[in-house]
Structures are given as structure tokens and as C-alpha cells.
């Protein structure tokens, strides 16, 4: 007899497809936009998008999200393709994912979900661990009983009541349990955080902020000089970094924070907010922007949006439009020429920076204009570091 062969079943990636609603008034691109992103997220949790599947709609079926035929073309294409889960770009109540769940006979997970499996794999200290813990069990909890349905004790009348709902309720009040204490844990740490702050000193704060994978990261270890982990993926950093930076003879501290993201779950919003704090008591925001999206408008409202919900929009913010390397215009001069490249005197002379005063252009991988950044960066720290301490004995 030969050797037996095993196989690694653990590594072989998932198979996936996507299923959104275009509502009214949405454009196709932007139908386009929010299915690319949603299969970034699949790619970086580690699945393989197989199909997609849209239907336009008013707004989504109450019990199934989408109507029944499409759920009857989509639980088609799931058997004879053989897929692993079905993922929804919007977050799905208890009973739209307990209906889909017994049509499809497979995995289904939303947007929320997955960006709470995202954060689970990415997480690394105690704080960003119990954070998304946290959110997990809150994400959880009403959707506890899909969890108990093999023990065919949900369906009411007569016979059916019994262990089924009693153990619900008891991991209904577990999970509660586990919720006040994951909250004390996280407000014991908050106060351990504000501590530290409180210990680093008088010096200037400036925090990175921006959609996710915009090059926040890059930037860190380029101003840091320090290797802050950056990787083409979303939610790359989930755990706050603060390093101290010196530029000429004005050190100041530097932080990087986690990506925002569009239909970010608000209880995980409200998890991360103590992550956030760095963002609130900063001194100068560094908005960066990846200007070669096609998007990076939409962007930047997202990024305006979070930071108005934290508190923070109003603070000092320099905006960095970053990658302009692969910056390409979305429509030529002329109709036979191809979409012309911008110089940086192009940038300088756009409506980005006309509109969005103190701006800069520049390429963190490439290291182009670094020096122009740093120096404008520099003149804004000096300014606030200045005006609070105005005896100050600084070599400016």
C-alpha cells in the first residue's frame, strides 16, 4: 500500500459571493464602489469572492432582504457552485439572517459581521481584544436564537416549549454578564490610557486619521523612522500607535490610528471610541486621503463624518493627499488622448488644494514632496507649540 495522502483542509480559502441592494437614486458606480470594497473585505479576512448578486429595490425585504426570486437565483447558483457563505453588504436583523440561513443551508454573514471578524484577527493588545469582544457579544445577542434552531424548540404551541428556550435564556444572561464585564475591563483600561497620557509630558500631539489602507501606516514609519506594520489590506492597524518624533530640533508625538470605513457597526464605533481618544485630545489632525481612489471624495466625507461623531471635526487638520504617483485624471483632454498624469504643480493648482487649505500632495512609498510635508508640518507644530508656551526657550 502507498503512503496516505493527507490534506490541509484549514488553508484552503473560502468561497464567496456578495449580494446588495441598489436603492433608488444610487448610481452604478457607486453600486460598483461598495461591492469592491465588500470584496476587499472578504480578500482580507481571508475568503475568495466567487459571483456577485444585485437587485434593485426600494428598500430590502423585511424577511428575506431580497426577493424571493432572486434568494431562489442566488440558492442556485450557492448549490451547484458549491459555496462555502454568502455575504450581505448591509447588516441583517435576526430574522432576515434566520430565513436566509434555512433557504440557503450556508455560512451568511453581513457587513458587520465581517468587519467584527476582521478586528478579531487583527487584534493584539488587551484593549483592542476586549474591545471586539465586546462588539461581538453585542452583535450577538439578538441574534441568539438562530444558535438554538437545531433544537427545534422555537416554533411555539403546544410540544414545542422547553430546554431550547431555557438554555437561550440562560446564554442570553451569561452574555449580559460577559458584556458588564468586558465594560469594566475596558474602563479600567481607559483610565490605565489617560494615565499615560497624562505621563508623556507637554508635548504637541498630532494624530493620523483617514479611510483604512490609505497609507496612514507608510507615513507613521516614514515620519517615525520606526516599522509600524502597513500591508495592502483593510484594517491593516487596529491598535493605536504612539511614537515620538523630531523633526529638526521640535520633537512632538505622533499616533496612528485604526481606518474608518463606510457602515462601520455603530456598537463597534462605540467600542473603539476609548482606541479614539488619541484622535480627541490630539492637537493636529493629519486627514490622509488616497487621491488615485476613484472614490476619495466619498472618501473623505466618511472620514468628516466619523470624526463629527467623535467630537474632533472641528480640530487644526492638514490634509495629505496621498499616492498622487497613481493619480490618473477621470477624463482625458481630448477624446482620443489617454487620461493625463498631474505633475505636482498640477495638484498644487487643482481644486483639492484650493479647497482644502493646509493641503499637500505627496507619495509616502514613492517619497515624493516628503520634505515639503515635513516642513509644513513642522511650521504647524511650532505655531502651537508657540502660541501654549510662549516663553518656551525653543531654537526654532
Given at each position: 500500500?502507498?503512503k ?8 484552503k ?12 437614486g444610487?448610481?452604478?458606480e ?21 459571483h ?33 457563505m454568502?455575504?450581505f ?18 455560512k451568511i ?27 461581538q ?6 441574534r ?5 434552531t437545531h433544537?427545534?424548540r ?5 410540544g ?12 442570553r444572561?451569561?452574555?449580559?454578564e460577559?458584556?458588564a ?22 508635548l ?25 506594520f ?6 491593516a ?34 467600542c473603539?471610541?476609548?482606541?479614539l ?17 476613484a ?36 477624463e ?5 488622448e ?6 505636482l504643480?498640477?495638484?498644487?493648482r ?9 493641503s499637500?500632495f505627496?507619495?509616502?512609498?514613492h517619497?515624493?514632496?516628503?520634505e ?6 513642522y511650521d504647524?507644530?511650532v ?14
Open positions: 500500500m502507498g496516505q495522502k493527507y490534506y490541509d483542509t484549514a488553508l480559502p473560502e468561497r464567496a459571493v456578495l449580494v446588495g441592494v441598489i436603492r433608488p444610487e448610481k452604478p457607486e453600486t460598483r464602489e461598495y461591492l469592491d470594497e465588500l470584496a476587499f473585505l472578504v480578500d482580507t479576512a481571508g475568503g475568495v469572492v466567487e456577485e448578486f444585485t437587485q434593485k429595490m426600494l428598500k430590502p425585504d423585511r424577511g428575506t432582504f431580497v426577493g424571493t426570486g432572486k434568494l431562489e437565483e442566488i440558492q442556485a447558483y450557492v448549490k451547484s457552485e458549491e459555496i462555502d454568502v455575504v453588504d448591509d447588516e441583517l436583523s435576526p430574522s432576515q439572517l434566520r430565513n436566509i440561513e434555512r433557504e440557503l443551508q450556508v454573514l453581513d457587513r458587520s459581521n465581517l468587519i467584527l471578524d476582521i478586528f478579531a484577527s487583527r487584534a493584539q493588545t488587551a484593549q483592542a481584544k476586549t474591545q471586539v469582544e465586546l462588539a457579544l453585542q452583535y450577538l445577542l439578538p441568539l436564537t438562530r444558535l438554538w433544537l427545534e422555537q416554533k411555539g404551541g403546544i414545542m416549549r422547553g430546554p431550547g428556550e431555557t438554555q437561550i435564556e440562560s446564554d444572561r451569561m452574555i449580559l460577559k458584556i464585564l468586558l465594560k469594566s475591563r475596558l474602563s479600567q483600561i481607559d483610565r490605565q490610557n489617560e494615565t499615560q497620557r497624562k505621563n508623556r509630558g507637554q504637541i500631539r498630532v494624530a493620523l486619521v483617514g479611510y483604512t489602507n490609505v497609507g496612514k501606516s507608510t507615513i507613521m514609519n516614514m515620519l517615525s523612522k520606526s516599522e509600524v502597513a500591508e495592502n489590506k483593510l484594517f492597524t487596529l491598535d493605536t500607535t504612539v511614537r515620538k518624533v523630531v523633526i529638526e530640533n521640535l520633537p512632538f508625538l505622533l499616533s496612528d490610528t485604526v481606518g474608518f470605513i463606510r457602515k462601520l457597526p455603530h456598537h463597534l464605533v462605540e473603539f471610541k476609548s482606541t481618544d488619541e484622535v480627541r485630545e490630539a492637537d493636529v489632525l493629519i486627514h490622509v486621503v488616497d487621491v488615485s481612489h472614490n476619495f471624495e466619498d472618501q473623505i466625507n466618511v472620514v468628516n463624518e466619523t470624526l463629527k461623531d467623535l467630537g474632533a471635526r472641528d480640530k487644526e487638520t492638514i490634509m495629505v493627499f496621498n499616492k498622487m504617483d497613481a493619480y490618473v485624471s477621470p482625458p483632454d481630448h477624446e482620443d489617454e487620461r493625463a498624469v498631474l505633475t504643480d498640477d495638484f498644487k487643482s481644486w483639492m488644494a484650493n479647497h482644502n487649505a493646509p499637500i505627496i507619495s509616502a512609498l517619497k515624493e514632496n516628503l515639503e510635508f515635513k516642513q509644513l508640518l504647524k507644530v505655531a502651537l507649540h508657540t502660541e501654549r508656551y510662549p516663553y518656551d526657550k525653543l531654537l526654532y
